[in-house]
């Protein structure tokens, strides 16, 4: 799974807009995507590499292909050197109640299989899944955050109540205002655009794998540790920082068959018919500088989504869960 871990640490904001079009007269504004797809973070460090050498490592930066030669997972967030992961869309926990602390530790409920099926429910779906509470509405954890330590407990059933995090427990959003220039560097008239940018909070770095060890066409090794690396638009620019002392060796269940996404996944026939628990699906273009072109938006399963079985060219990207 993870043959390196690195973290990265920006000097300033970031920005990574969405897929919506922006039309003068219609719109100034764009949504963002925090944290970043782990296509952004792979494409960077591409980036990375072709400007340092670009024949050495053509084994890693494969231009004007899709993919390159490594994979990267997450991202996750590293807070006051504690790793933090997505949490499942198969863990549940009761509804908040207004002007309920969000923060409280929530007492987890997972998703459970049905072994036989009523016979009121009707349906072609070979299994039927539910979550239940003795009171209370339940909702989803899907889409929040959780520690590591916090987060193999409960898969082992260790542990019941964990503390959960929203993602704006990494980040505040900041509004950027800027104008369009011409060709010759004067301000176009009516031209002004507003779009969010993050600020990670104190103590907070964007966490990511890599599944194989970098190194160049003839085997030599390289390391990326204190590497200025620019991700995201505007090219904002931070540090990249070794974090291999990181990796421990966790005890993953063995008896399930059910595999947990720590990065997003593009939806295909295969990883609809294995899909067990997600969100709202992510829909993401971008510009193709290959081509010089837009790409073609594509739609892709959350962090934190469920699968019965592995998807077959993501392998790094899964870890088993009990439900």
């Not at 409920?109 to 016979?119: D, V």
């Not at 260790?158 to 980040?171: A, D, L, M, V």
């Not at 003839?218 to 904002?236: F, H, P, R, T, V």
Request: net charge positive; charged share 25%; hydrophobic share 35%.
């Amino acid at each position: 799974m993870f043959k390196e871990l690195y973290s990265f640490r920006p000097i300033d904001t970031l920005f990574f807009r969405g897929a919506e079009p922006m039309m003068m007269g219609e719109s100034h504004s764009s949504n963002f995507h925090f944290p970043p797809p782990s296509h952004t973070i792979e494409g960077a460090i591409r980036t990375f590499l072709f400007h340092k050498d670009r024949n050495g490592f053509s084994n890693l930066i494969k231009a004007g292909e899709r993919k390159g030669g490594f994979n990267v997972i997450g991202p996750m967030f590293l807070l006051d050197n504690n790793i933090f992961l997505p949490v499942p869309f198969a863990w549940y926990a009761k509804k908040k109640k207004p002007r309920e602390d969000s923060n409280k530790p929530k007492k987890i409920i997972k998703l459970k299989r049905a072994t036989q099926y009523n016979s009121f429910i009707k349906t072609p779906e070979k299994a039927l899944y539910w979550a239940k509470a003795e009171e209370n509405e339940l909702e989803s954890l899907g889409g929040k955050w959780c520690g590591i330590e916090d987060f193999f407990e409960v898969d082992n059933d260790k542990k019941k109540e964990i503390e959960i995090k929203n993602i704006s427990n990494f980040f505040c959003k900041e509004p950027h205002t800027g104008i369009a220039l011409s060709s010759n560097r004067t301000v176009r008239k009516s031209h002004i655009y507003s779009f969010t940018h993050s600020r990670l909070k104190e103590g907070v770095e964007i966490l990511f794998g890599v599944d194989r060890e970098l190194s160049s066409n003839d085997g030599n090794k390289l390391s990326i540790d204190g590497e200025i690396l620019k991700l995201g638009a505007e090219q904002k620019f931070g540090k990249l920082t070794n974090q291999n002392q990181l990796l421990k060796k966790y005890s993953f269940n063995d008896d399930t068959s059910y595999f947990m996404t720590l990065s997003i996944i593009e939806g295909s026939e295969e990883t609809n018919k294995s899909v067990t628990a997600t969100g709202s699906i992510i829909y993401l273009g971008g510009w193709d500088l290959h081509k010089g072109f837009h790409k073609e938006m594509r739609g892709y399963f959350p962090a934190g989504t469920v699968f019965s079985e592995p998807v077959a060219g993501n392998l790094h990207n899964f870890i088993k869960i009990k439900i």
